[in-house]
């Protein structure tokens, strides 16, 4: 990476690690850019739904990095499963959880895609095998594994993706989970999505190793870095991990370089990095990134860019209109699903 | 203590009753016809068979489970038969692989993981207690986890501060876990299969003490309910409550009491959670006395919550305040004589049971 600003971290201008191309076919850009705006629209309707105290609890924002859920979740087939964190609204509506099931679960309300149990931080649909959702930090990553090992002793060719933040490679279940997947080369793709920040605490104050592929292959992982903020090349990198994975060949790690360019989540006063610093990020704007290529290329026609902006925007609408319409579950429910198997008194 | 142990439970009058079971399914390995004396170890062993056999959802996993055949060779053979794919040495990970095998469970296998003892466990307590007891609630019931989740507890054997504490009550307070401790041969036998046809989260705990210890398995056993508590001797004056390794403690004292013309009733509690409200308020309404044996400690233990119970719903039955013995608040320590004097002891049962008697 080259250092463009004056921030300590470096923004990355190239991406930093991919010498060819996989041969893999792509989905075409546009959907790519369209699936981004998709989420961009959904959440800063969320920051808004928050200011209004429609919606409440924690509400962490990925607005910044949506190249990567779209491009891996573009690179994987519908039966195989993500786990992620609780950063994890645009994945779900990119899995294929609709937006009126992930707005209404904001709610609380019982149409919500976790019947309004789970609220932002825990979005579910096993249908569309989405497991979530998590806000243990690290608490996922030998869940996600465990998915794997089912679907290898069940013979079912197909990979698992863990999506985690750079702040879970400090947690201990990290190294369990990576350690055990290299060694019965479990199927899964491990995404770190790098931000750079836990919370307020910087990578470079918390890692002792910052590269993070070099972590990472310590546990005889194939590990690769990709630029995160060019969902292209995310789903390029994530296409190449998954025909390896699921050819047999074992977990691999790709680290996706990316910033957030909101706080934290709802509470964070985002007082632990310079604004340049968010700002020389900001230039980087995934969606920006591939619309001005596209563009260049004259493969955008600015009028449709526009249109798919303005279908964000109805899908929201129309999402909110729903959760508007949710209704809350009877307190008399209070205890439902906390066993399966309720127990005759 | 282990022939009393080792005693089947009484059919006829325990609580726990109904014992719907298909004859064939799930006897792998063990003899028909008479009633076989085997150890405890043996009969968890033949479980963990018949389910590897019956089912091939079913993997086992854990540290030292296959070449070592487990901490207290409960495993043994097993990795050999069924292959390495079916029983898995996991590294010493115990957040990894108890994860793993949450994930294992939620994509369709049936995972047996085992726990050296429940003291390590605490090292998996993030995934035990916020991802398998959370999940089906968070997902709005769209994520069961049935998992079975073994692991070993108690004191008894020197092993000093680390290896002897008795933390189920820690797990059974947790809404979302199932948590059973088979204390006879019958329930090492028969739990294990209840645990893994449960949609739920179980976690069984082992009292180190009892993997020796050997008792009759009838042939007519079977898969048990997993919700229910066992009367293992009745009795008219006293309730003494028990699980797990002090359920022959509680056996003895019976004993002796009844040399006194005292009958003690005995409930083995078998399930920690949720508990068995209606066998326990049955035999304190008719006793009016209890004493509960619990070899946690005292303070905001698991003895605590089954006391206050019994209070709540016998209050007027009661002839007596209800009575604990617990493990002494210390960490359990080395010295045999020590460690005897922390633990709940055949003695001091007999001397609270009298107790609530006055005599
Ligand atoms: C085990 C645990 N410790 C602490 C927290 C509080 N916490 C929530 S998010 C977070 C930062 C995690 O950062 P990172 O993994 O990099 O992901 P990001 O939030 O940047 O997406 C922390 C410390 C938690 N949820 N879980």
Redesign the pocket.
């Known amino acids: 990476m080259t250092t463009t600003t004056p921030g300590p971290w470096a923004v990355p201008t190239r991406p930093p690690v991919w010498a060819s191309r996989p041969s893999a076919s792509a989905r075409p850009p546009i959907d790519l850019l369209a699936d981004m705006i998709r989420i961009r629209v959904l959440e800063e309707r969320c920051a808004e739904l928050y200011q209004q105290t429609k919606i409440r609890g924690?509400l962490?924002l990925?607005i910044g990095?949506e190249a990567v859920p779209v491009g891996v979740i573009s690179a994987l087939h519908d039966d195989e499963a993500v786990v992620a964190?609780?950063?994890e609204h645009g994945h779900a509506l990119i899995k294929g959880v609709g937006a009126g099931p992930i707005m209404a679960e904001m709610y609380g309300r019982a149409e919500g895609c976790s019947g309004g149990r789970g609220g932002s931080m825990h979005l579910f649909d096993v249908g569309r095998r989405f497991y979530g959702g998590n806000?243990?930090?690290?608490?996922h990553l030998p869940v996600a594994v465990g998915l794997a090992i089912a679907d290898q002793v069940l013979d079912h060719r197909r990979a698992t993706v863990c999506f985690?933040?750079?702040?879970?490679?400090a947690?201990g279940e990290f190294h369990e989970a990576m350690n055990l997947a290299a060694l019965w080369k479990v199927p899964v793709l491990f995404v770190c999505?790098?931000?750079?920040?836990?919370?307020g605490?910087s990578?470079r104050s918390s890692e002792s190793e910052t590269n993070l592929t070099v972590k990472a292959a310590a546990y005889n992982v194939p590990s690769w870095s990709v630029d995160g903020m060019d969902v292209v090349e995310v789903e390029a990198a994530a296409t190449r991990a998954l025909t390896a994975i699921r050819a047999g060949g074992g977990p691999v790690f790709l680290e996706a370089r990316t910033y957030?360019f909101r706080a934290?989540?709802m509470f964070d006063p985002d007082l632990y990095r310079p604004k340049a610093e968010i700002e020389a990020w900001r230039e980087r704007d995934p969606i920006a990134v591939l619309a001005d290529r596209l563009a260049a290329a004259d493969d955008l026609d600015p009028t449709l860019l526009d249109e798919l902006w303005a279908r964000a925007a109805a899908e929201v609408d129309e999402a909110v209109a729903f959760a508007e319409a949710g209704t809350l579950e009877p307190v008399e429910d209070l205890t439902r699903h906390v066993y399966r198997r309720e127990v005759a008194p | 203590m282990s022939d009393l142990i080792g005693a089947p439970p009484s059919t006829a009058a325990d609580g726990s009753g109904e014992r719907s079971h298909d004859p064939s399914r799930g006897r792998t390995g063990d003899g028909g016809g008479a009633a076989e004396r085997i150890t405890y170890r043996e009969a968890l062993r033949r479980a963990h068979r018949a389910a590897l056999t019956d089912d091939p959802r079913v993997i086992v996993m854990g540290e030292d489970v296959a070449d070592y055949g487990g901490t207290y060779a409960v495993t043994k053979g097993l990795y050999e038969e069924f292959g390495r794919e079916r029983v898995r040495n996991t590294p010493l990970s115990e957040s990894g692989f108890v994860g793993a095998g949450i994930g294992a469970a939620l994509g369709g296998l049936r995972p047996i993981v085992e726990v050296m003892t429940v003291n390590f466990s605490l090292l998996a307590m993030?995934q035990i207690v916020n991802t398998a007891a959370t999940l089906l609630h968070m997902s709005g019931g769209q994520l069961n986890v049935p998992i079975v989740i073994r692991m070993a507890t108690g004191a008894g054997r020197q092993l000093a501060a680390q290896h002897s504490h008795s933390l189920e009550g820690w797990y059974a307070h947790v809404p979302g876990l199932r948590v059973v401790a088979p204390a006879t041969v019958a329930d090492a036998r028969w739990m294990l299969p209840a645990a893994l046809e449960d949609p739920d989260p179980v976690i069984l705990f082992e009292h180190a003490t009892l993997y020796g210890s050997s008792g009759d398995l009838a042939p007519d056993d079977g898969p048990v309910d997993l919700d229910r508590a066992a009367v293992r001797r009745r009795g008219e004056h006293v309730t003494l409550i028990a699980w797990a390794g002090t359920l022959g403690k509680a056996i003895a004292a019976a004993e002796e009491l009844a040399g006194d013309g005292i009958e003690a009733e005995v409930i083995d509690l078998r399930t920690l959670r949720p508990l068995d409200d209606a066998t326990l308020t049955a035999s304190v309404a008719t006793t009016g006395r209890a004493v509960v044996v619990d070899e946690g400690w005292r303070s905001v233990g698991l003895g605590a919550e089954v006391a206050a119970r019994i209070t709540e719903a016998c209050f007027y039955h009661l002839d007596a305040p209800v009575a604990r013995i617990c493990a002494a608040e210390v960490p359990i320590p080395y010295p045999a004589h020590l460690e005897q004097a922390a633990l709940p002891q055949v003695p001091d049962i007999v001397a609270a049971a009298r107790a609530t008697i006055g005599r």
């Open positions: 924690f962490h990925a990095e964190t609780y950063r806000a243990i930090v690290g608490g985690f933040g750079e702040g879970a490679m947690e999505e790098n931000n750079l920040y836990a919370m605490t990578l957030r934290h989540s | 993030d």
